[in-house]
RNA sequence: GCGGGUAUGGCGGAAUUGGCAGACGCGCCAGACUUAGAAUCUGGUACCAACCGGUGUGAAGGUUCAAGUCCUUUUACCCGCACCA
């Protein structure tokens, strides 16, 4: 029987060793693989961890059989608001519940025997590391990528904090679900934009999965269009629109701008409807977001008088309008409108009783907008009529450049990186501000800038940071003139030290450079990186981003962080609802490691289902694992010293090894698993196995079950297991002489017969027309057809 | 609305990529061992008919000698984005 006293044994043997510890030995093939670092909670671990690390673990227990030095670091994400919260409620310092939680994390890894170089660890909120996360801000600042703005910014009233577009998806707070709000405010911004074209170019060169690429391209959202200034009417002004079709700019009918836009301060003498309009915006800001999206249907808007627009190419005078479907963060916060062709446009017009002119052939606009508008004609558009589109575009293009009335534009939905949090559990933003100088860096010799000590972590009402509070600490002197400064009081996000950690991992105690050159040539990139897909559009964006950053500046040698991206599924709980406290789904690993055995949690979690799939929990699969374990265990009792040989076993135990070595690269976990168990099956009808069979299965076992597979081990040799080689399989041994192939009749299968494996189609029609069975099912003179497919099929059409 | 994904026995899930649907596990049924139970071992288990056969991969069409797999239409659920101009 397999139990929790060999999972001591081994677990005591392997953490008192260095077998699990990268070699900063260049001469051999490496394998950096790599998982997301928790951020260690008060709970612990959660089996959604142990999924997710499962995967690369056993990956780098097999890369190691295989020979490689293998790096699979583990490390802690440990800035974030949980543990600043509960440092709010207790009153305990960050710092001793982080220390305790990290404690927590790691006695629970090593009890489930993740094979991790903890000699590595690193952790976000250790001042030796954060000193470089502030060094590449100091770098990204003397670059100008980080630069402070007053600007519009997503607001959590809840956790009175700043957050970045990535952090408030679908309009909700990530950390604690609330409203975001738009709030004014002065915050430090990474200028991610910059880097967008370069970070979905690189995308074609790398292993992701598909559906990662796609999240990632469509986030970045880049399209192509033209910027075109139509000017205002009775006023010496223009008003910029972008647009993704200026082919259909003779169907404008008016223009809408979104009701920030500046334009409306500017004229405000000019307009005869200003307290309308502002009245109107005021109403706007304060919808939420559902009833902006979802009630999307029925349009609002008020037209502002006293000033029109006028088409730079028709000279036509349109009526500009001011609605909350144009946004002020996209494009140029205004558009032409062009109701023929746009659903939104249309219902606009609809609603507002505005003119409809069709553009492009087809459809019938009376009735509902034409928007199949990819191909086709234009009509009603002077010198582009009869053209088709795509050249309209270019045609339309090439005319607005010449006359200068716009030009060729490209535009991304993805925005600036709002890099401040006004909180106390981060690192600290190492500028100071002047009133001379400005915004000045913090030298390099002065950092890591530590964390002061506060007496009360709470951020203030109108959302300032807690260090505020730390006269000592604020109050310094400018680098530059010596005169008297304050140092900036927001701290970093979350995501900061996320976004270069990987690189710390191959040089973790360095205290001269974030990493040494030849420790980064060597380890870098990343081979293989697993994690969850709610970080495609975050950590994973903006990783490669400082990653591309620090490359463009020298200081890592590759574009990109990470060479494959996979990704685990969700586990969810036995009701198939996703794990939580409230629901009473949640599964604590600690108990099944306990009941079961750690192998048994390992082996199951691995076996659930496909990988990348969602998956529900079931008790009763644990314990069909159980018992499989147990079976492994029992093997023992099957073992013939004496030469036992059997060719059914080694055609199993070849099989075995190809498929599992097949299936583990392919993160296809489950059918690894159950071909073992046929394996093993095999070996219990046969009722033998030699010690050289055994010792193969046991080291394909070993990456799911290295607790068991020791044991087993230990049994019949003198050495560990994990001292050993990936074994290797041989393709003849697991061929036959002869196959069964199925015979079809019209395609339904009516019988089989067994023909040499390396029979022609000739020989196995041969084979098919004399066998006995045949005159059952076929009249030989009724035969239209025989398909023979070697190795496949026989099929008679009659 | 747009993008991505999923749908297969009582359940979790397999299927060499167009070639014997249901591997493996759970559950269930039976047998062996046992005074008995647990554990273990062995066998059976898609459905209907129970003899021949017939029907089956969300639904409806189609291509093909052959479709879970390809095409067209469609339904449900999950995930992501979203008046993106």
């Known amino acids: 029987m397999y139990s929790k006293e060999i999972d001591k044994k081994w677990q005591d043997k392997w953490y008192n060793s260095d077998y699990f510890n990268a070699k900063d030995d260049k001469k051999m093939k490496k394998f950096y693989g790599l998982i997301e670092f928790p951020y260690p909670s008060g709970v612990g671990l959660h089996v959604g961890h142990v999924r997710a690390f499962m995967g690369m673990e056993v990956i780098a227990r097999k890369k190691r059989l295989e020979g490689y030095n293998v790096l699979f670091p583990i490390g802690w994400d440990a800035f974030g608001l949980p543990t600043e919260n509960y440092a709010i409620k207790t009153g305990i310092h960050p710092r001793v519940v982080t220390d305790k939680n990290i404690e927590t994390f790691t006695k629970q890894l090593k009890t489930l025997g993740f094979s991790f170089d903890f000699t590595r660890q690193v952790d976000t909120t250790d001042p030796s590391f954060y000193k470089w996360t502030q060094w590449i801000f100091l770098k990204l600042f003397e670059k100008g990528l980080a630069y402070k703005d007053k600007t519009e910014v997503n607001y959590c009233n809840n956790c009175r904090v700043v957050l970045a577009n990535e952090e408030s998806q679908g309009g909700k707070c990530d950390r604690c679900g609330g409203e975001v709000v738009q709030k004014e405010k002065e915050v430090w911004m990474l200028k991610i934009t910059d880097y967008a074209d370069k970070l979905l170019e690189e995308l074609d060169n790398l292993d992701y999965l598909p559906r990662i690429k796609t999240m990632q391209e469509n986030w970045i959202g880049k399209s192509t269009g033209a910027e075109v200034n139509f000017d205002i009417y009775g006023k010496e002004g223009k008003l910029k629109i972008y647009t993704t079709r200026p082919d259909t700019i003779f169907g404008v009918t008016f223009m809408v701008i979104a009701p920030e836009h500046p334009i409306i301060q500017k004229y405000k003498d000019k307009i005869e409807n200003v307290e309308e309009i502002e009245m109107y915006a005021k109403e706007a800001k304060k919808k939420t977001e559902f009833e902006r999206v979802q009630l999307a249907k029925d349009k609002t808007g008020v037209e502002v008088k006293g000033i029109k627009a006028i088409n730079p190419i028709t000279g036509r005078n349109i009526p500009i309008w001011v609605s909350d479907y144009v946004m002020m963060g996209y494009g140029t916060g205004a558009i032409m409108a062009v109701p023929a062709h746009d659903t939104r446009d249309y219902e606009f017009a609809k609603k507002f009783n505005i003119d409809i002119i069709p553009v492009i052939e087809g459809g019938d606009v009376d009735k509902e907008p034409f928007t199949d508008i990819n191909n086709g004609k234009m009509i009603n558009s002077q010198f582009l009529n009869g053209l088709d589109v795509k050249d309209a575009i270019s045609k339309i293009i ?401």
Not at 449 to 464: A, I, N, R, S, T
Not at 705 to 710: R, S
Request: proline share 5%.
């Open 398 to 798: 090439e005319y607005i450049e010449e006359n200068k009335i716009g030009k060729k534009a490209v535009n991304y939905s993805m925005k600036d990186w709002a890099f401040a949090r006004q909180r106390y559990w981060g690192e600290p933003v190492p500028i100071v501000k002047c009133e001379d100088c400005g915004l000045v860096a913090v030298p390099e010799n002065e950092l890591p800038l530590k964390l002061p000590e506060v007496e009360d972590f709470k951020p203030g009402e109108g959302g300032e940071s807690p260090l505020i509070k730390v006269e000592s600490w604020v109050n310094t002197k400018c680098p530059n003139c010596s005169k008297p400064a304050k140092r900036e009081t927001d701290t970093m996000p979350q995501w900061a030290g996320s976004s270069w950690y990987y690189l710390r991992y191959v040089d973790p105690h360095n205290n001269n450079e974030l990493a040494s050159k030849e420790n980064l040539e060597y380890w870098t990139p990343v081979d293989w990186y697993n994690g969850g897909m709610e970080h495609v559009t975050r950590h994973l964006i903006y990783s490669r981003f400082w990653h591309r950053f620090l490359y463009d500046n020298g200081i890592v040698p590759t574009k990109e962080p990470y060479k494959k991206r996979t990704a685990q599924g969700l586990i969810l709980g036995s009701d198939g609802e996703k794990m939580s406290k409230s629901r009473g789904n949640v599964i604590n690993p600690d108990d099944i490691i306990n009941e079961y055995g750690a192998d048994t949690l390992r082996a199951y979690i691995l076996f659930i289902g496909d990988y990348e799939m969602a998956a529900p929990w079931s008790d009763n699969g644990v314990k069909g694992v159980k018992k499989f374990l147990d079976r492994v265990v029992r093997l023992e009792n099957f073992v013939d010293l004496n030469g036992f040989k059997n060719e059914e076993i080694e055609r199993e135990l070849n099989k075995t090894i190809k498929k599992v070595t097949e299936d583990y690269e392919n993160m296809k976990y489950n059918t690894a698993i159950a071909q073992m168990m046929t394996f093993v099956n095999l070996v219990y009808k046969i009722g033998k196995i030699s010690k050289e069979d055994l010792n193969k299965f046991l080291l394909v076992l070993n990456p799911v079950a290295p607790h068991v597979t020791e044991e087993v081990w230990s049994k019949f040799n003198d050495d560990m297991i994990i001292n050993n080689s990936w074994p290797n399989y041989d393709e003849n041994k697991i061929k036959t002489n002869t196959i069964e192939l199925a015979v079809q009749v019209n395609g339904s299968v009516k019988f089989r017969v067994n023909v040499p494996v390396d029979a022609s189609k000739e020989e196995i029609e041969d084979i098919v027309m004399s066998d006995n069975n045949l005159t059952k099912y076929v009249n030989k003179d009724s035969i239209k057809k025989l398909i023979i497919v070697p190795g496949r099929i026989i099929n008679f059409v009659i």
